[in-house]
């Protein structure tokens, strides 16, 4: 099984600031990558799929990049509605999802 | 626009099993393989398999091979997730999802399972 380890587990930041979270798989997944946003009491939400390509109706202040083992979740200038918990997948083979990294203003 | 509407919360008793439903509409539901995910409180994500409405044909993470049935009805466009011998380790909010055996565009707005004597 593909493991995903997210990092880091929570973060606190300023509006405006950018913040990057990160996702290794255990091995090559082929940009099989997806990164989802939950708030609470909520489903989670499509951000970005194919490692990069951003989903339909997502601000363009998200953005993913990555390769092989190794993927990123950017979002620029921070907003108060981006506080929320956000997910990496796999689904390279089957799917994997790490295990969330919660957002929170500082 | 593509809904996913699911069943209420559920209570079940330790041993016992629920079912929950999956209906969805805004697509063709035979297009799609219908995915279900787990999620413990507080907890991070876990997919517990797929259904293929079309053909019946279902796959499984190894973990829930005992634990969990799926079936869908075409008639209804509703899928079903039956957890059976009820633990506490079952207490978790579980949602529908379909795809083409890729990311998850579209979820179910979960439903809330809790074991409980």
């Known amino acids: 099984d593909i493991q995903m380890t997210q990092s880091p587990a929570s973060l606190s930041a300023s509006l405006g600031e950018t913040v990057t979270i990160e996702c290794r798989a255990s091995e090559d997944i082929y940009n099989g990558l997806a990164w989802y946003q939950q708030k609470p009491g909520k489903s989670p939400q499509l951000l970005i799929y194919n490692a990069n390509s951003l989903h339909t109706g997502v601000p363009s202040r998200f953005s993913g990049s990555g390769s092989g083992t190794q993927y990123s979740l950017k979002i620029n200038s921070l907003q108060s509605e981006d506080v929320a918990s956000y997910f990496c997948?796999?689904?390279?083979?089957?799917?994997?999802f790490g295990a969330g990294t919660k957002l929170e203003l500082k | 626009e593509v809904q996913l509407q699911q069943s209420g919360p559920e209570v079940g008793r330790p041993g016992s099993s629920v079912k929950i439903s999956c209906k969805a509409s805004?697509?063709?539901?035979?297009?799609?393989?219908m995915n279900w995910v787990k999620q413990s409180p507080g907890q991070g994500l876990e997919w517990i398999g797929w259904i293929d409405p079309e053909y019946g044909s279902t796959d499984y993470a190894e973990k829930f091979k005992k634990k969990a049935t799926l079936t869908a009805d075409t008639s209804s466009s509703t899928a079903y997730i039956q957890l059976s011998s009820l633990t506490s380790e079952d207490t978790a909010t579980y949602f529908c999802?379909?795809?083409?055996?890729?990311?998850?565009?579209?979820w179910g707005q979960g439903t809330l399972v809790t074991v409980s004597s």
């Open positions: 997948q796999q689904y390279y083979d089957y799917y994997t």
């Open positions: 999802a379909p795809g083409t055996r890729d990311w998850f565009a579209y």
């Open positions: 805004g697509y063709t539901f035979t297009d799609y393989v």
